[in-house]
């Protein structure tokens, strides 16, 4: 039975006729083939987040971000007109990576004035301008304006620091992002500075684990023991169903329902969480600032008194996820292969004023850390078992409408790709 | 040596080897203690919980004696055993095999 309405067509699905409602493949999770052109139709065209600004407090602070879905690193820098700038991550001399530290393939963060190659010392100023060359008169005819680091298309989007590895985009982050970015502008991410980032590897698809995170489908069954024992099997016969669904172009949405915070029965909780009034929603109790009173149109889009998570799945790896107590976590999903990807959770609270505060916060970290590690090791009995193409065709639920959104939109953004772009230059692969 | 806890929370300090200031720490001594050894330290925390709330309370976070952080950092140990003792009934994460997830950022207090 039908705990929220859907709509007049009688399903989320079938709202998005384009969606089709038969069985999917996973071919495009499984095929190194397909890894490869996903590199180029979607990681080297479409829109990236790399990061915050708060990351950038000031003048020549820098971060490296490694790129291996797009066969690059990239350095995002503040320059000395606070602007925020990206360039691939190379010097013009002789190819060196230009900003590492001891592990040329770990990334890194830090200050600086300008930068300067290791190599041979090159040096560069923080809007990317060669200015110095080592024993310049050795070299013929050489403009140091002919020089400058290789840029990359750089734009922030409410904070969030987007790069776009494709010269000939034309695009901006904010028409990219389209009705549903537009919904939750205004959001007050910028307060929300304490935080905690975690990272792990992980052996799927990088598709496959935003799958698990696109649909709630799978909570009261895999993450049972997380509840106590009555309230699990309550909550295993209750099912799960969203409050909204939203499509627009290749990003998507799913508003929820999220009783927990705080729970209608404290006995339902962990005995911690009781006294902390905290756990895996977030503290119970919302920060005092402004801007959560009345929430952007988008956040909530059903208006619902239950709700409790938004999900924005923003295409192709991104994922934002605004609490209703007042904070938000972003995951992202950086493929390394066909069946690997590194997943960066990261938590973003307002920072708290005692310790009370600061230890409801560590308790969702915590429970957040303890969640996720069961989702990514299912993926790996996921991807080995459809790897095994003994079964090939699968259903999905209305509740799983994301996912089938997400595989189509990858499709659509390789065929689009291969149409375009003649011949196909597949590379071997290493 | 490390710096010992407030006089108020002195009976803890059988447990004062899970002030430990980082999560990698606070998380590798979990995965390598006794489920007597956590169910120790949270029978002899867990209790007194709230009372170090209202102590901690009273200071500046942002400026805590050395004593008090330590009791902050004993306090972050118990919320990290408390999946252990309250839910899993074991150190790891069911079914999380081989997996793991590190902090690459956490707040400096």
Same mark, same amino acid.
Request: net charge negative; with cysteine; proline share 6%.
């Given at each position: $039975?039908?705990?929220?309405?859907?709509?007049?067509?009688?399903?989320?699905?079938?709202?998005?006729?384009?969606?089709?409602?038969?069985?999917?493949?996973?071919?495009?999770?499984?095929?190194?083939?397909?890894?490869?052109?996903?590199?180029?139709?979607? @990681?080297?065209?479409?829109?990236?987040?790399?990061?915050?600004? %708060?990351?950038?407090?000031?003048?020549?602070?820098?971060?490296?971000?490694?790129?291996?879905?797009?066969?690059?690193?990239?350095?995002?820098?503040?320059?000395?007109?606070?602007?925020?700038?990206?360039?691939?991550?190379?010097?013009?001399?002789?190819?060196?990576?230009?900003?590492?530290?001891?592990?040329?393939?770990?990334? &890194?963060?830090?200050?600086?004035? =300008?930068?300067?190659?290791?190599?041979?010392?090159?040096?560069?100023?923080?809007?990317?301008?060669?200015?110095?060359?080592? =024993?310049?008169?050795?070299?013929?005819?050489?403009?140091?304006?002919?020089?400058?680091?290789?840029?990359?298309?750089?734009?922030?989007?409410?904070?969030?620091?987007?790069?776009?590895?494709?010269?000939?985009?034309? &695009?901006?982050? +904010?028409?990219?992002?389209?009705?549903?970015?537009?919904?939750?502008?205004?959001?007050? @991410?910028?307060?929300?500075?304490?935080?905690?980032?975690?990272?792990?590897?992980?052996?799927?698809?990088?598709?496959?684990?935003?799958?698990?995170?696109? %649909?709630?489908?799978?909570?009261?069954?895999?993450?049972?023991?997380?509840?106590?024992?009555?309230?699990?099997?309550?909550? =295993?016969?209750?099912?799960?169903?969203?409050?909204?669904?939203?499509?627009?172009?290749?990003?998507?949405?799913?508003?929820?329902? /999220?009783? $927990?915070?705080?729970?209608?029965?404290?006995?339902?909780?962990?005995?911690?969480?009781?006294?902390?009034?905290?756990?895996?929603?977030?503290?119970?109790?919302?920060?005092?600032? %402004?801007?959560?009173?009345?929430?952007?149109?988008?956040?909530?889009?059903?208006?619902?008194?239950?709700?409790?998570?938004?999900?924005?799945?923003?295409?192709?790896?991104?994922?934002?996820?605004?609490?209703?107590?007042?904070?938000?976590?972003?995951?992202?999903?950086?493929?390394?292969?066909?069946?690997?990807?590194?997943?960066?959770?990261?938590?973003?609270?307002?920072?708290?004023?005692?310790?009370?505060?600061?230890?409801? +916060?560590?308790?969702?970290?915590?429970?957040?850390?303890?969640?996720?590690? +069961?989702?990514?090791?299912?993926?790996?009995?996921?991807?080995?078992?459809?790897?095994?193409?003994?079964?090939?065709?699968?259903?999905?639920?209305?509740?799983?409408?994301?996912?089938?959104?997400?595989?189509? &939109?990858?499709?659509?953004?390789?065929?689009?790709?291969? =149409?375009?772009?003649?011949?196909?230059?597949?590379?071997?692969?290493? | 040596?490390?710096?010992?806890?407030?006089?108020?929370?002195?009976?803890? %300090?059988?447990?004062?080897?899970?002030?430990?200031?980082?999560?990698?720490?606070?998380?590798?001594?979990?995965?390598?203690?006794?489920?007597?050894?956590?169910?120790?330290?949270?029978?002899?925390?867990?209790?007194?919980?709230?009372?170090?709330? /209202?102590?901690?309370?009273?200071?500046?976070?942002?400026?805590?004696?050395?004593?008090?952080?330590?009791?902050?950092?004993?306090?972050?140990?118990?919320?990290?055993?408390?999946?252990?003792?309250?839910?899993?009934? +074991?150190?790891?994460?069911?079914?999380?095999?081989?997996?793991? $997830?590190?902090?690459?950022?956490?707040?400096?207090?």
């Amino acid at each position: $039975m039908a705990h929220f309405p859907k709509p007049a067509e009688g399903s989320w699905t079938e709202h998005y006729p384009e969606l089709g409602t038969s069985t999917v493949d996973y071919e495009d999770s499984i095929s190194p083939e397909f890894y490869e052109l996903e590199r180029k139709a979607i @990681f080297n065209r479409t829109w990236l987040n790399v990061g915050r600004v %708060e990351e950038l407090p000031r003048t020549g602070s820098y971060f490296t971000k490694e790129l291996h879905c797009a066969g690059t690193s990239v350095v995002i820098v503040r320059d000395k007109d606070g602007n925020v700038r990206g360039f691939h991550n190379i010097c013009r001399h002789r190819g060196n990576k230009l900003v590492w530290n001891d592990f040329p393939r770990e990334e &890194t963060s830090g200050t600086c004035r =300008q930068f300067t190659c290791k190599y041979h010392g090159w040096r560069y100023d923080l809007d990317g301008s060669l200015n110095f060359v080592q =024993q310049e008169s050795e070299f013929f005819d050489l403009d140091k304006a002919d020089f400058g680091l290789a840029p990359v298309q750089t734009e922030v989007w409410q904070g969030f620091i987007f790069v776009n590895l494709d010269p000939d985009n034309t &695009t901006s982050v +904010q028409d990219y992002l389209g009705e549903l970015g537009a919904g939750i502008e205004g959001y007050p @991410f910028g307060e929300m500075t304490q935080v905690y980032k975690y990272r792990a590897n992980v052996g799927s698809n990088w598709k496959l684990f935003i799958d698990a995170f696109a %649909e709630f489908y799978h909570a009261p069954v895999l993450h049972a023991r997380q509840a106590t024992g009555e309230e699990s099997r309550k909550l =295993q016969s209750y099912g799960y169903e969203a409050l909204h669904y939203g499509i627009d172009g290749p990003h998507g949405m799913v508003s929820s329902w /999220g009783g $927990m915070s705080p729970p209608k029965d404290p006995s339902i909780v962990k005995p911690i969480e009781r006294v902390l009034r905290s756990g895996l929603f977030g503290p119970w109790d919302r920060p005092d600032i %402004e801007g959560l009173d009345k929430l952007p149109e988008g956040v909530n889009p059903a208006r619902s008194p239950t709700w409790g998570i938004d999900s924005f799945v923003l295409f192709p790896n991104f994922m934002l996820l605004i609490w209703a107590p007042g904070w938000y976590l972003t995951y992202h999903y950086w493929p390394t292969s066909y069946h690997t990807h590194i997943f960066e959770g990261t938590l973003y609270f307002v920072p708290p004023k005692n310790a009370t505060e600061r230890l409801r +916060q560590e308790l969702a970290a915590v429970t957040f850390k303890e969640f996720a590690l +069961q989702d990514g090791n299912t993926l790996e009995a996921t991807q080995s078992m459809i790897e095994s193409r003994v079964v090939t065709q699968f259903p999905l639920g209305d509740q799983e409408i994301l996912l089938r959104h997400l595989h189509k &939109t990858a499709r659509r953004y390789v065929a689009d790709y291969k =149409q375009t772009a003649t011949p196909v230059d597949v590379p071997t692969g290493r | 040596m490390t710096t010992s806890l407030p006089a108020d929370f002195a009976d803890l %300090e059988p447990f004062s080897d899970w002030c430990l200031a980082t999560e990698a720490e606070r998380y590798a001594k979990r995965l390598s203690s006794s489920m007597e050894e956590m169910q120790a330290f949270y029978d002899g925390a867990f209790p007194r919980l709230e009372e170090a709330l /209202g102590y901690l309370d009273e200071l500046d976070l942002g400026a805590l004696p050395e004593d008090a952080g330590q009791l902050l950092t004993l306090c972050y140990s118990l919320v990290n055993v408390s999946f252990p003792v309250e839910v899993w009934r +074991q150190a790891r994460v069911p079914d999380s095999g081989a997996a793991s $997830m590190d902090v690459v950022v956490e707040p400096a207090v």
